[in-house]
T-cell receptor
Framework: DAGVTQSPTHLIKTRGQQVTLRCSPKSGHDTVSWYQQALGQGPQFIFQYYEEEERQRGNFPDRFSGHQFPNYSSELNVNALLLGDSALYLC???????????????FGSGTRLTVV | QKEVEQDPGPLSVPEGAIVSLNCTYSNSAFQYFMWYRQYSRKGPELLMYTYSSGNKEDGRFTAQVDKSSKYISLFIRDSQPSDSATYLCAMSAGGATNKLIFGTGTLLAVQP
């Protein structure tokens, strides 16, 4: 059973460029959350998508945007990249209707983004 | 002040030692408490979860939550070199999205 799949695994971009990261959720999951993990830090919540809509957003600028497709996969887009955007971007999927169980997330291995 | 504080370590112990990892938090709305393990170049994987105050044991791992003190702990008994990883505490107030608030993580090395 495939877990959460993220692509690409590594990416190097130049300041000012735009990047798109992709996530396929675990089979049976319909909700996707994105987290940013800077080096030596814990993951920080970017936003969550359910039913193809952004349901909640963390403290991230509008340069960060996302999309969820009918097959539940998701994309994270970051525009006008800054050096500070260099981080591991994690996708976490879960199944809606789990009765309020925040431990139901499955994380992918992440995309390592380096901005130079 | 961060909502969740965690000693980043690093922590180095000999094989077989008892390891104690701790987090404090400031948000009284947190009801769900989790510990994740993250190996290098991997995503976090859930180790333990608890709801509200109390203790929970699973094999060599014990999680404790003291809501009155806003303090949670993870104990690892008979630590093994394979336990070497970063340990992240995470908390949630629940709600529609159940978003997780993580600590900074503690890097643990268990020496053979």
């Amino acid at each position: 059973d495939a877990g959460v799949t993220q692509s690409p695994t590594h990416l190097i971009k130049t300041r000012g460029q735009q990047v798109t990261l992709r996530c396929s959720p675990k089979s049976g999951h319909d909700t996707v959350s994105w987290y940013q993990q800077a080096l030596g830090q814990g993951p920080q919540f970017i936003f969550q998508y359910y039913e193809e809509e952004e349901r909640q957003r963390g403290n991230f600028p509008d340069r960060f945007s996302g999309h969820q497709f009918p097959n539940y996969s998701s994309e994270l887009n970051v525009n006008a990249l800054l050096l500070g955007d260099s981080a591991l971007y994690l996708c976490a999927s879960s199944r809606e209707g789990t009765g309020g169980r925040p431990w139901g997330y499955t994380f992918g291995s992440g995309t390592r983004l380096t901005v130079v | 002040q961060k909502e969740v504080e965690q000693d980043p370590g690093p922590l180095s112990v000999p094989e077989g030692a008892i390891v104690s990892l701790n987090c404090t938090y400031s948000n009284s709305a947190f009801q769900y408490f989790m510990w994740y393990r993250q190996y290098s170049r991997k995503g976090p994987e859930l180790l333990m979860y608890t709801y509200s105050s109390g203790n929970k044991e699973d094999g060599r791992f014990t999680a404790q939550v003291d809501k009155s003190s806003k303090y949670i702990s993870l104990f690892i008994r008979d630590s093994q070199p394979s336990d070497s990883a970063t340990y992240l505490c995470a908390m949630s107030a629940g709600g529609a999205t159940n978003k997780l608030i993580f600590g900074t993580g503690t890097l643990l090395a268990v020496q053979p």
